[in-house]
């Protein structure tokens, strides 16, 4: 079974442009997380989707949005790009069924580089 | 805040068994810990979880004594493959997601 995929894995932009990364989950995962990881920080939580529907929100600003598709794939945008959005984004999936222990697998990341 | 406090770093040299603690005094009664590992420029690799007692899997062990402050990711006869940062979550039922995760600890394997 192919594991999470994320486009593209580096990016370069500067500052004020915006940006859409995007992500596949494990064929069959219906919920999608997305986290910002910066060097000396761990990774901090920006959203998570399950069935086109946001069902979680960390503490990021507005800038900061996403989505996700009837099949699952998800979207994150960032608009007005600032230096300290430079990061490594992660998406991660997991099966989210009632019962279960929720293990998320993640992706390898979109490397963000704002100059 | 991070639920967890686990070392900053440590150092083995390869075959050697090595263990990592994590202190969560704060854990709840629904609280489940899970064990990730960090190569750099990947995202996280789940390792293991638990909720009390000892589980093994073919990559390590988790101790978690009876009353659930502190657990104890075990890797058995480390090589330099897994040199990496190693994470301890504490959430509910497993859910980690708004959880911040801390630095983790950095492992170092060497020769």
């Known amino acids: 079974k192919a594991g999470v995929t994320q486009t593209p894995r580096y990016l370069i932009k500067t500052r004020g442009q915006q940006v859409t990364l995007s992500c596949s989950p494990i064929?069959?995962?219906?919920?999608v997380s997305w986290y910002q990881q910066t060097p000396g920080q761990g990774l901090q939580f920006l959203f998570e989707?399950?069935?086109?529907?946001?069902?979680n929100k960390g503490n990021f600003p507005g800038r900061f949005s996403g989505r996700q598709f009837s099949n699952s794939r998800s979207e994150m945008n960032v608009s007005t790009l600032e230096l300290g959005d430079s990061a490594l984004y992660l998406c991660?999936?997991?099966?989210?069924?009632?019962?279960?222990?929720?293990?998320?697998?993640f992706g390898p990341g979109t490397r963000l580089t704002v100059l | 805040l991070a639920k967890t406090t686990q070392p900053i770093s440590m150092d083995s040299y390869e075959g050697q068994e090595v263990n990592i603690t994590c202190s969560h005094n704060n854990i709840a009664t629904n609280d489940y810990i899970t064990w990730y590992q960090q190569f750099p420029s990947q995202g996280p690799r789940f390792i293991i979880q638990g909720y009390k007692t000892k589980v093994t899997n073919e990559v390590a062990s988790l101790f978690i004594p009876a009353d659930r402050k502190s657990s104890t990711l075990s890797l058995p006869r480390v090589s330099l493959s897994d040199t990496a940062v190693y994470y301890c979550l504490v959430a509910q039922g497993g859910n980690n997601r708004k959880l911040i995760w801390g630095l983790g600890t950095s492992l170092a394997v060497n020769p």
């Open positions: 989707y399950f069935s086109e529907t946001q069902r």
């Open positions: 064929s069959g995962h219906r919920s």
């Open positions: 991660a999936s997991s099966l989210l069924q009632r019962g279960d222990l929720d293990t998320q697998y």
